[in-house]
């Protein structure tokens, strides 16, 4: 049965496993380390040439700017998981308070 425009189906696990899915995005991109001090040590002693200094100085200047847009991304990151995650827990608690009111007994013991 395809839903008619009176009808909203959302599937809420898919939508809740999104945010989980997100949320461990995220948190790789927290634990991801900047790597480019590291690579500009290991071109040497950068005294000996102004080349080998121009690189090591683009390195580390590449890893400042990768690593501001890589917070920026995981913010953004962050928000869609809690969004994702918001949203699924707020169509269920709508769908079960829907589904008491079509059937009010329902949830009560006798």
Do not use: C, Y
Not at 4 to 25: C, F, H, P, Q, Y
Not at 54 to 60: H, M, N
Not at 66 to 91: C, P, V, Y
């Amino acid at each position: 049965m395809s839903p008619t425009s009176s009808e909203l189906r959302m599937d809420i696990d898919l939508l809740r496993n999104a945010g989980t899915t997100l949320k461990v995005i995220s948190d790789d991109f927290g634990s991801a380390n900047a790597r480019g001090v590291e690579v500009a040590a290991l071109l040497g002693d950068t005294s000996v040439s102004s080349d080998v200094q121009d690189l090591a100085s683009v390195i580390r200047d590449f890893d400042k700017k990768w690593d501001d847009r890589r917070n920026k991304l995981k913010e953004g990151i962050d928000a869609l998981s809690d969004a994702a995650t918001q949203i699924a827990d707020t169509f269920q608690k709508l769908d079960e308070q829907l589904a008491d009111a079509l059937d009010p007994g329902a949830g009560q013991t006798p």
